[in-house]
């Protein structure tokens, strides 16, 4: 089992910056790959980033790519999600997750990740 706790959503202006991080804890967490989704009202959950067990592998939706960067610390049990360049449109609440897997698999729905976090509230203003 692995328990995933998302924090630092809040309120931000277009073109403004907010770093999301997600703490892991129970099984190693360096044997897991980690997304970040999301999820804004009225629509379905979608993928936002994945980074592999390592680190050296990432994959963006084409919507973030070049604003949102995925990085992750093994030691502390956490992985990132840093925003820049923030749109309306991103507002969601986000959501981590996890998947058991040390392959670089560019894993990309929601059915492929096993354990996920509660979601934090990202609301961008203009």
């Known amino acids: 089992q692995v328990q995933l706790v998302e924090s630092g959503g809040g309120l931000v202006q277009a073109g403004g910056s907010l770093r999301l991080s997600c703490a892991a804890s129970?099984?190693?967490?360096?044997?897991?790959?980690m997304g970040w989704f999301r999820q804004a009202p009225g629509k379905e959950r979608e993928f936002v980033a994945s980074?592999?067990?390592?680190?050296?592998?990432?994959y963006y939706a084409d919507s973030v790519k070049g604003r949102f960067t995925i990085s992750r610390d093994n030691a502390k049990n956490t992985v990132y999600l840093q925003m820049s360049s923030l749109k309306l449109e991103d507002t969601a609440v986000y959501y981590c997750?996890?998947?058991?897997?040390?392959?670089?698999?560019?894993?990309?729905?929601?059915?492929?990740?096993?354990?996920w976090g509660q979601g934090t509230q990202v609301t961008v203003s203009s």
């Open positions: 997750a996890a998947r058991d897997d040390y392959s670089d698999y560019d894993a990309r729905e929601i059915y492929e990740y096993d354990y």
């Open positions: 129970g099984r190693t967490f360096s044997s897991y790959a």
């Open positions: 980074i592999n067990w390592s680190g050296g592998n990432t």
